[in-house]
């Protein structure tokens, strides 16, 4: 029988690789060591840069000798280590979400079809010190996709899959002094591959870190560090695991020569003060070469600060390694939070206090290279998460970085950290529970479990994402608890809460259905929600969407919803919204233009089209409207209305830990859009979880009736933080005042000009010396409107049921047919039939044109009434019963191109819609056609504003048309027309047109 490939074997997952440890970060302090006779061990040097590269396309065209020293790579190409090679030029870029990429075969498992696998051939030099000699020499690749063999000077070291998870090899015996050769062959697809089935780009090469680390023979190998906190949770005991390592080969004269060594623990606070522990943490060790020993620490500190995604407050341990005349040999130092996390009475508790999850899902992604994202990146992604409240992020599915972690410990992002293990398109059939994958996916969380373990950030640890079940996942949950006891599991395929998961986790539970669990009540579950789930089966534990708001293009409608619910009720202790960040590569067409491309926009088959674009933020990190909606409905403070004419607001604090000395109240009083008032007040001291009354010094003398005043209270930083700068707003609210409105007299119609009507089978013609309507009778429309010698109208008036669809009315398409069903508006939109049109001048200052029409997809005729007075005021109304679901309700026309700046009083700045507008504040704004539009990856409806009173459209000299809403309308306006939207894929393939297409709506 043929001997399988290592990249086509299920049961090869390494060769002479390390196992996982707890990252070596070396000892760094501006002003001296610990130790005076300290070394600088651990030495790390990173091997990022240039390497030399060739790629081809299958195994059989690789180099085969690449790896010789005296092989000359003198010619090949450079390329960036770590990068993907796809974004480098080699081979085509795929993304797919469910689909398998065709090299990856479906019915053969697990067999790569040798035709197309790209092979990609690293080389590259570097130096190795005399001091070096003496010492251990560990070789890191923080990140490798999919597989990849390893070589020093000529000589085989070893093999790796698993991507997601730093790969380790001791190199110590191949090294030479001066110049040296590492040679790496990675592979674009391996058995690996069937469990990395995410949906994400599916990039290939060396994407992460590449270092040297440099340790004594005798060294630290690992460090668990861990809290356990009293009844009162004021007191805590710290836990430090500590594993020493000899790494020099054990020989017959050296079996038993021992070392005595010791192990000491420095504890410091955030001000870089030691704090004494009782008794000091110090013990000594006795170790053989070859063999590796562990050290127990066990503390109890009183009154400790405590680690919180809301104080992230972090100590620094200094772990030192003795020889036995007490000199260093080797210092780390970590970064370390007193924090306990636990699951009972059904909800999630953080240092005894519960919390709610207010999360997203996030892929690791750069527009411009892939994977291999920066740590620049990293840390705007996790400022951008406090900016926006999320507390909480899913490394969706798989570990991220190292460096990521050490953000969210800084910053306060609390972390679900997602094993490397998806088989989405095969989840019936791998794992399960076959014995051939269970040593992968049990190495998958290990590594993670181990890397990691060390993270206040990390209060979940997740067995994966859409990988099926079976007895593979008992396997892993069992390997993971040897590791780690002190935090909980997900699983969201543990449908019926079977002993893996600790957490009832389900993926875009529509409102009703979470509301339902949250009573109790049996439940739709499994792959397609068609079992049922009893609720003795789930009342024990909290529940959680791990996936919901699916926040595809144009999205997050009826957040506030899926809030609503979770705040009433305590077991429900929030989620993740899939996803952050789209994932859009940065791409230049052939004239130049640059786009966010997205499946198929490289020619790649199969692919998932634009279903990557998933964001809450676009991919070069801009915030789509949707994140505006995200941040209002997360915000931990929230506003109530007392007495709003004495000033009298109470003011909750929904924060778990932190109270609001940092926060000041600004506030301002609008009159019909205008500030009439503003001013800031302290809020003093309101701790956690309670509320303060609060009144404003308004003044209500200057509130005379008549008009909309409205008062918006926003909370603002008083001082820059790590995450924003001095005077950012954290959270807002506006109440509309209670002042009574005047009723306006009517006005006397008859001192209004004189209008002239002509009617002709075909048209009636309405004028005045200074202005003129057409209207066309065959369509029933507002032809033609000429004010002062100006056209107004570039398209007619007509009635509109119809709007682009947006990508979830296309993805949800797919499943159900949502589009084919209602698409029959599209089609009355321009179909509909004139019933009878009745036309009156009833004064000489004022004409009227009915007209009824025959709708499909309507329980009576629609009435339209449009009313022309001799000011040149023209009121269309509308009035219509529909017997099926509407996508919307309104007119459309166009005006000439140079009407386009925009100015409304209503819900803005930012695009919002009736079911997404919590986030948008009433007020009078201002903008241009192409600010006011939203342009998403891939072009779909956009651009709406609800609420408004009125808008003006204007020219440059600010001339224009006023449109009024009796009493509200919602309206978007685009510099195209409807049927480029529908038809474009990018925003680059939408024309130029001369006119601004407008839709005045009730509501869509």
């Not at 899913?394 to 953000?407: A, D, G, I, K, V």
């Amino acid at each position: 029988m043929k001997t399988p490939h290592d990249w086509e074997n299920a049961r090869m997952i390494g060769r002479n690789k390390e196992q996982g440890h707890a990252p070596w970060i070396p000892y760094t302090n501006s002003t001296e060591k610990p130790n005076q006779n300290s070394t600088s061990f651990p030495e790390i040097i990173s091997l990022n840069g240039k390497w030399k590269f060739h790629w081809v396309k299958s195994p059989k065209q690789r180099p085969v000798d690449f790896y010789i020293p005296d092989f000359s790579v003198a010619s090949w190409a450079e390329i960036e280590v770590p990068s993907n090679w796809q974004m480098e030029g080699y081979g085509i870029s795929i993304y797919t979400n469910v689909t398998y990429p065709y090299s990856i075969s479906r019915i053969k498992i697990p067999h790569i079809d040798s035709k197309y696998n790209p092979v990609g051939s690293y080389r590259r030099e570097f130096a190795v010190s005399e001091r070096w000699l003496d010492q251990t020499v560990f070789l890191r690749f923080d990140g490798v996709k999919s597989a990849f063999y390893l070589w020093i000077n000529g000589q085989k070291v070893g093999y790796s899959q698993g991507s997601m998870t730093p790969a380790e090899f001791n190199i110590t015996p191949f090294l030479h002094f001066g110049s040296n050769i590492v040679a790496v062959e990675v592979y674009r697809w391996s058995d690996g591959s069937y469990l990395e089935d995410q949906d994400m780009w599916r990039f290939s090469g060396i994407y992460r870190d590449v270092s040297l680390i440099v340790v004594p023979s005798t060294h630290i190998s690992d460090y668990f560090l861990w809290s356990e906190f009293d009844s009162a949770y004021t007191d805590v005991t710290l836990h430090a695991n500590i594993k020493i390592r000899n790494s020099l080969s054990l020989t017959p004269e050296a079996t038993e020569a021992t070392e005595a060594m010791s192990v000491e623990i420095i504890l410091l606070d955030a001000m870089d003060q030691t704090v004494q522990t009782n008794p000091p943490m110090k013990g000594n060790i006795q170790i053989k070469p070859g063999g590796e020993t562990e050290c127990v620490f066990k503390v109890k500190l009183s009154h400790p600060h405590k680690w919180s995604a809301e104080i992230p407050y972090l100590y620094t341990l200094q772990i030192m390694l003795k020889d036995g005349q007490n000199r260093v040999l080797e210092t780390l130092q970590r970064k370390f939070g007193f924090r306990v996390v636990e699951i009972r009475d059904s909800q999630l508790w953080v240092n005894g206090r519960p919390i709610l999850l207010k999360g997203v899902n996030r892929h690791e992604h750069d527009p411009d290279h892939g994977r291999a994202i920066s740590r620049e990146l990293m840390e705007l992604d996790v400022q951008l998460m406090k900016q926006f409240n999320i507390n909480a992020v899913r490394t969706s599915h798989y570990p991220n970085h190292p460096y990521f972690y050490e953000l969210c410990d800084e910053y306060g992002i609390y972390v679900m950290d997602e094993t490397n293990l998806e088989t989405h398109g095969l989840r019936r059939k791998i794992p399960d529970s076959k014995p051939q994958w269970q040593d992968a996916c049990v190495n998958r969380i290990e590594r993670m479990v181990l890397q990691d373990r060390n993270h206040p950030s990390i209060i979940f640890w997740s067995l994966g994402n859409e990988a099926g079940f079976g007895s593979v996942f008992y396997a892993m949950k069992k390997a993971a608890m040897e590791l780690d006891v002190t935090r909980p599991f997900h699983y969201e395929g543990d449908y019926f809460l079977e002993g893996v998961s600790d957490v009832l986790s389900t993926m875009y539970t529509p409102v009703k259905e979470l509301e339902k669990a949250a009573h109790y009540q049996p439940i739709k579950t499994g792959h397609i929600k068609l079992k049922n789930l009893k609720p003795v089966r789930f009342k024990a534990y909290p529940i959680m969407l791990c996936e919901y708001a699916h926040a595809m293009g144009n999205s997050v409608g009826n957040f506030q919803e899926y809030w609503d619910v979770i705040e009433r009720y305590p077991h429900v202790i929030g989620g993740f919204i899939w996803d952050y960040i789209d994932q859009g590569l940065r791409k230049t067409d052939t004239n130049g233009r640059e786009f966010m491309a997205y499946g198929g926009d490289y020619g790649d088959r199969p692919n998932s089209s634009n279903f990557c674009i998933n964001g809450i933020l676009a991919a070069d990190r801009s915030p789509h409207p949707s994140a505006w909606e995200v941040k209002k409905v997360y915000a931990n403070i929230h506003t109530e209305a007392v007495d709003l004419l004495r000033g009298e607001i109470r003011v909750i604090n929904k924060n778990s830990f932190r109270g609001m000395e940092e926060v000041e109240l600004s506030w301002e009083i609008t009159k019909d859009g205008n500030r009439i008032q503003d001013g800031q007040t302290d809020l003093g001291l309101i701790p956690p979880t309670s509320s303060a009354l609060i009144t404003i010094p308004c003044d209500p003398t200057h509130f005379p009736p008549g008009g909309e005043y409205y008062l918006l209270c926003q909370y603002r930083l008083k001082e820059a933080t790590l995450w924003a700068p001095a005077g950012h707003i954290v959270s807002w609210d506006q109440f509309k005042l209670p002042i009574p409105d005047v009723e306006l007299p009517f006005a006397d119609l008859s001192l209004l000009p004189v209008l002239t009507m002509e009617e002709s089978p075909t048209e009636v013609h309405i004028h005045h010396e200074f202005f003129e309507v057409l209207f066309h009778k065959q369509s029933a429309t507002l032809q033609s409107l000429v004010y002062h010698g100006r056209s107004i109208l570039s398209k007619p008036l007509r009635l509109n049921f119809w709007r682009p669809p947006t990508d979830n009315d296309r993805g949800v398409s797919n499943v159900v047919p949502f589009l084919p069903h209602l698409k029959f508006w599209k089609w009355s939109s321009g179909h509909y039939t004139v019933i009878s049109i009745d036309t009156y001048h009833p004064i000489p200052q004022m004409v009227v044109i009915k007209t009824r029409f025959r709708i499909w997809g309507g329980k009576s005729p629609l009435e339209q009434t449009i009313r022309i007075y001799g000011s040149g005021d023209i009121l269309v109304e509308n009035r219509f019963v529909a017997r099926k679901n509407l996508i919307k309700f309104g007119m459309q026309t166009a005006f000439p191109q140079e009407y386009n700046q925009l100015t409304w009083f209503g819900r803005g700045p930012h695009e919002n819609y009736w079911d997404r507008q919590s986030g948008a504040a009433i007020g009078q704004y201002t903008s241009s056609i192409q600010e006011y539009i939203h342009q998403y990856a891939r072009s779909q409806e956009n651009s709406n504003r609800c609420d408004i009173r009125w808008m003006r459209f204007e020219n440059i000299d600010h001339h224009g048309i006023l449109v009024q809403g009796y009493p509200l309308l919602s309206i978007s306006a685009w510099p195209y027309t409807q049927e480029d939207l529908e038809t474009a894929r990018h925003p680059i393939d939408l024309p130029h047109r001369d006119v601004v297409t407008v839709n005045l709506d009730y509501k869509q």
